[in-house]
């Protein structure tokens, strides 16, 4: 049965928690002017990375990448899946560590963090525990279903007070490309970076067209455009920069008369504390499937609860926000490993296998 | 001839045993049965004309009483539960030859007539009722195909029940269906006298917050679910049809909608989906801001409620949860109440939630406004079965938002999404629109 909106739209969510907070800021310190050009970029490497990963997963139908990896040759498996599962683990904690300092930051100031940490681990934990894969992928249509309004609505809104000017000069005098050699463009890249590996763990029943995934990398580069370029056309590039979290400080500028609720980027965060539960879910589901299918098959009985446990002890180590922003500059290297080494590692074998098959058809 | 008297001895004490012996011709027979399940003036008579009319024309009486019915062994076992299921039992008396009749059955439950728990607006009004015959004469009138399938499972041991399942064959799922006939059939000696035994014997778990299954009482909505490609049980003595598996759609699906113009089906449709959020979020809305996190509020409107609430001694959480059990009360002590004391309660339920609470500076007026808007949209999705489920989750998200404010009941609501989206009947997910597949 063919569940493209199912997985798209589950790649769209996973995609949709981690764009707004820190993205536009990476995107701006990247550049000066032209910000569309970092965007764009970060986007064509993304959709040629799972360009490479769709293909490569192609040619093995309806088996996992744990299973296609760890059939061939365990040495080379594990060079693959053991970064895979440390970036995974890594995003977690990094996910959780800074949704819940976002959280305390804009509405629960009193709450201790470590609620906000636990909340963020046991309500993913649940999902994954309650629902599988199968229960994931259908429970992300319901979310989009709920949550996406608000998310447009507080897109569309947040045009108020924006200055066109701001949008020049469209292409910069000089040094067009300058932001690749910046740390920040990089660090930005883990908007499109953090959820793509799951299109390699779906279970055999959930065929999908690779389309429908293109098609919802094209729903989300609008969205990468306006995180980006709200706060600059707002403010000024000058004064964004300054900003930790640009977009949401923009929207809660906004005003609505008709509206009883005095502050917008409520809906907007509470919408993305939704995406971002499912976006820890998903991941949680896929470190289930490397430690289950790699490592030992344990119930996810024990293995939820565990892991939980093992990223919650991890997040009450990172004392505060700077610790937390060290961690995702030093994932950096590590991150680039993954997203190229896995589709291209993924690619070379669904070849070699195709060319396989193909002779061993000729020559029976 | 022993087996007959077996059964005469068993039967002995019972009030509503006949036995009665006919002399046609040379012959005798002897007529027995229970005259509570059966109409004995009428059955006599219809034996006892088709014999005599044989006998006239000289045909070969035995025969033609072996034709009346269907011969059974005469074995004292077999004959009493053939008449504990109102058959009426004929034997010959000088070969031995018994026979099975259908009768003339007594009437044992009303006839067909309108709906009590399901009202519609634009559709026919005929409901199901206790008779299993009546309801299957009812889904046959509108599903008149040979595709439609029925299969009848005698459950019990002690206490047997006719358990029918009905399907369409091209149509439904062949794994569920699959599922479905296994359960029955392995556990065919438990008894089920209600839903709770079948949903144990279906294998439903007993901590399932949401319903498996739908009831109606109407066939056109029976109807509709097997076209969808469902399973509908019919249980002896319950008077509506046990729809399988039930999807998110049946919350604001019915098929009344499709009497209407289409836009109207929708906007309907859209209506029930607002009252199904409003019930679940309102009163949790309400703790949160006014507690939690006023300053996501305008300023007039938080101070507005911050002025209603000036007198009230407790906690929002408290206010909120006392006003919402009286409502509970309500609702539940107006089903059991006989009809003419029903309007009492509802006055004094009035007065009390109404004017009296306010005036007394227990709770806030605004409040009085939630608890009414939670109570009506709770109202407003199909089927009673799924008002329930949203009763009790509107009071998780209450005390989620007690806690953590509007975060708790966003947290709320993602949990209940989680817990609908992996939820399975018989191997089939929840969440889908309408018609029910396996993973």
Known sequence: ?364 | MAAMDEVRTHFSSYPDYVNQQVQIATETFTITGLKSLINFPQTIYMVRDSLLTASINKLELVEVFAGLGQTVPAETTGLISEILDGMLIAMHNASGICVSIYPVPQPNSRPISMPIMENNVGGGNSAFNENLEANIILLRSHLNTSDLQMKNYVMGNLVKSNVVVCYMESLIDKQMLGNLTHKLESKQSTDISNIKELSSVLEFSNFSLVTHYMTYELPQNAAKALKDGKAVLFQERLPFAIVLPSLISDLFVTEDDTNHPPIYTWLLRSLRLIGLLTTLIVPGLYVALVSVNPDVLRFELAHSIARSRLDVPYPAIVEALLLLIIMELIMEAIIRLPSSIGPTVTMVGGIVLGQAVVDAKLVSNLLIIIVAAATIANAAVVGFRNSYALRLLKYLLLFLAAFLGVLGLLTGLVIICAYVAGIRTLGVPYLQLIKPKGE
């Open chain 1, 1 to 364: 049965m063919s569940k493209n909106l199912e997985v798209s739209a589950t790649y769209v969510m996973t995609h949709l928690g981690l764009i707004f907070f820190l993205y536009p800021l990476d995107i701006i310190e990247s550049t000066n002017e032209s910000h569309w050009i970092p965007v764009i970029a970060g986007f064509l490497f993304h959709l040629l990375i799972i360009s490479m990963y769709l293909k490569g997963l192609s040619y093995f139908k309806g088996q996992n990448i744990v299973d296609i990896l760890l059939k061939k040759n365990k040495v080379l498996a594990w060079v693959v899946l053991f970064p895979a599962l440390l970036y995974l683990a890594w995003i977690i904690v990094l996910a959780v560590r800074a949704f819940a300092e976002v959280l305390s930051i804009v509405f629960l100031s009193n709450t201790p963090l470590w609620v906000l940490m636990l909340l963020l681990l046991i309500v993913p934990g649940f999902m994954t525990f309650h629902g599988k894969i199968g229960g994931l992928l259908r429970l992300s249509v319901l979310l989009s279903f709920l949550f996406i309004i608000p998310v447009v609505f507080v897109m569309v809104t947040s045009f108020q007070n924006i200055d066109w000017h701001y949008l020049f000069p469209l292409w910069p005098g000089h040094g067009a490309f300058t932001f690749l050699t910046l740390p920040p463009f990089y660090k930005s890249l883990f908007a499109y970076t953090g959820g793509f590996l799951l299109l390699g763990f779906l279970p055999s029943y959930a065929n999908f067209k690779p389309k429908a995934i293109f098609l919802g990398c094209l729903v989300l580069l609008p969205t990468y455009l306006i995180s980006v370029y709200i706060p600059v056309l707002t403010l000024g590039e000058e004064t964004a920069r300054r900003l930790q979290f640009p977009y949401l400080l923009v929207v809660d500028t906004i005003e609505i008369n008709w509206l009883m609720f005095d502050r917008i980027n409520i809906f907007l965060l509470l919408s993305l504390v939704a995406f971002t539960m499912f976006f820890i879910a998903v991941t949680l589901w896929q470190i289930l499937i490397i430690i289950r299918l790699g490592v030992i098959d344990i119930s996810p009985n024990f293995l939820i609860p565990i892991i939980l446990l093992c990223t919650f002890i991890a997040c009450l180590f990172i004392p505060d926000w700077k610790t937390a922003d060290l961690l995702f500059q030093w994932n950096i290297p590590l991150r680039m490993y993954v997203s190229i080494v896995t589709p291209i590692f993924v690619l070379t074998m669904g070849w070699l296998h195709a060319r396989k098959t193909k002779l061993g058809l000729n020559n029976s």
